[in-house]
């Protein structure tokens, strides 16, 4: 049974994904249910009745986030129905791959490279900036990533001790 707190939660998440990554607002929900359900892995009929969408938006949605590798669906031998889960990584923010950034930064390059040598200043310190705040993440973005890694195993390590104490 699908409890109010969990489809709050899974409405609030739909409209940050919606916000954030701009995908529709039933991937989002799909994304936040499958967070908190209970079992964590669900059929597309499932997600559909909690959800109160139709089985076609959530098969939708679903393909959706298995592009974006947000969601794995699995069948067990013997099954006629896949179990959608969300991936172990889905929750994390994207935005620590510097590749982007230098992508980001060669573009406003050539942004600053097709303005006409006349061009107003503010218009060129526009794409200037943009260069080199991209430049500045992608030098930063990989060692703010591996802090959260070191991070992330001393929260892990914490959460199996206290485990281990139970």
Known sequence: ??????????????????????????AGRVVGYLAVCDPPQQTIDELAEALLASRSAITG????????RAVRRERVAGDRVDRVSLAPSALEPRGFDP?????????????????????PTDRRAVLEEVAALA????????????????????????????????
């Open 1 to 26: 049974m699908t409890s109010e707190e969990q489809l709050g939660w899974a409405d609030r998440a739909g409209r940050y994904y919606v916000r954030q990554y701009n995908i529709p607002p039933v």
């Open 61 to 68: 949605a679903v393909k959706l986030l298995e592009g974006y």
């Open 135 to 166: 430049d500045f993440l992608a030098e930063k973005m990989p060692a703010v990533f591996e802090e959260w890694r070191a991070r992330r195993e001393i929260l892990r390590s914490s959460r199996e001790a206290e485990e281990g104490q139970s």
């Open 99 to 119: 590749v982007v950034y230098k992508e980001l930064a060669g573009l406003a390059r050539d942004g600053l490279a097709v303005l006409p040598d006349d061009a």
